[in-house]
């Protein structure tokens, strides 16, 4: 009689998947929570002072924000919330243009931040932005009043904002502050590939003088 089962190999495989999966998972997460501690040496907001946190917007073909809008979204209310607790005033800069879909990411942003988040702080939005280097750009005019400026977005993300504004406005560059970005388990799933591409991009902003991405 003719015996059926698994074809030779098949479990072997599966976990040398898994374990792959795991490791690239676990490695995402190492990447991100690196980024963070870097950004928290950083000084923090002080009682007595305003602030501006810029959630950099990312393309998005939906009506809705996508997952990595969201996300950001959370990391720039929980950051001004964060201010607030320890007595400052935070203002949440939305930047970001129609770059893949018919509304602005900044749009996207304003309104999950206000409806769906329920921030009551004020808003501002920056709708003409296609490029990180543009974000930055189009915001200095928003927070060059503001005693600190946190940029919203996964650590790599912010770290290449944070070398732009300094390349752009020198001057700014010593009121950058750390946002709340990391938490474990949070976009785990997307933290891999977020941190391969960020690792490259923020390595090539140093060889370009005027990025464009």
Not at 55 to 67: I, K, T
Not at 124 to 139: A, F, H, I, K, Q
């Amino acid at each position: 009689m003719r015996r059926c089962g698994v074809p030779r190999g098949t479990s072997a495989a599966v976990t040398a998947v898994g374990v792959a999966v795991a490791t690239g998972l676990i490695w995402g997460e190492w990447v991100h929570r690196g980024a963070a501690q870097t950004a928290r040496q950083l000084p923090q907001p002080r009682a007595g002072t305003r602030g501006a946190v810029v959630a950099l917007g990312f393309g998005n073909r939906s009506v809705r924000p996508n997952a990595v809008n969201r996300w950001r979204a959370r990391i720039a209310v929980r950051t001004a919330e964060g201010a607030e607790l320890a007595g400052a005033t935070a203002t949440i800069i939305c930047s970001g243009g129609a770059v893949r879909g018919a509304t602005p990411e900044a749009v996207l942003l304003r309104d999950y931040i206000v409806k769906r988040l329920h921030w009551r702080g004020e808003v501002l939005v920056e709708p003409n932005s296609s490029s990180t280097w543009e974000n930055v750009r189009n915001v200095v005019p928003l927070v060059e009043e503001s005693d600190w400026i946190a940029f919203a977005s996964n650590g790599l993300h912010a770290a290449k904002a944070r070398v732009y504004l300094a390349r752009q406005q020198p001057d700014l560059s010593g009121r950058l502050v750390a946002a709340d970005d990391y938490r474990l388990g949070e976009m785990t799933w997307m933290k891999p590939l977020l941190a391969a591409v960020g690792l490259v991009k923020l390595r090539s902003v140093f060889h370009v003088e005027h990025p464009g991405c």
